[in-house]
């Protein structure tokens, strides 16, 4: 059973994967967190410390201090078992699931794929986001 939702929240996650539009759009995003009531989802403890690039650092702790509560999960170290461990978690606190995804097909477990997947098999509404011109880059 889904808890009735008192605010919007937006999860932001800025990765390696990510276009380099995404990641610039990313930074003005923090004021979406303001006032959001619903924890923000971090995967594992080590998360900062060992998959946020140090050029992303700032927009990511910027992201993270706008947000009323934070959530760290209790993984030590972030893998794909963390990953799959915080959509699981975001998913059953949604109505709705907005991803920005190519479509393809997965590539593991714990990727976007997956929790789009994952999604649609539970009900959840999903849109699908993905902007003309994007590209993914590894």
């Known amino acids: 059973m889904r808890a009735t939702p008192r605010s919007f929240a937006t999860l932001v996650i800025v990765c390696r994967g990510s276009s380099r539009s995404s990641r610039a759009r990313a930074s ?8 959001c009531r619903e924890p923000q989802l971090i995967p594992s403890k080590d998360y900062r410390q060992n998959k946020v690039k140090p050029d992303h650092a700032a927009t990511f702790d910027r992201l993270v201090g706008a947000a009323d509560t934070v959530l ?4 030590e170290t972030a893998n794909r078992a963390a990953y799959e461990g915080a959509n699981r978690a975001m998913l059953q606190r949604a109505e709705r699931l907005v991803a920005v995804w ?3 097909p997965p590539s593991g477990r714990g990727g976007t794929a997956d929790t789009v997947l994952e999604a649609r098999d539970a009900g959840l509404p999903v849109d699908v986001v993905w902007p003309q011109d994007a590209a993914r880059t590894n």
Do not use: K
């Open 72 to 75: 760290v999960l209790d993984n």
């Open 28 to 35: 003005c995003l923090s004021d979406s967190f303001r006032g």
């Open 102 to 104: 190519n479509g393809e």
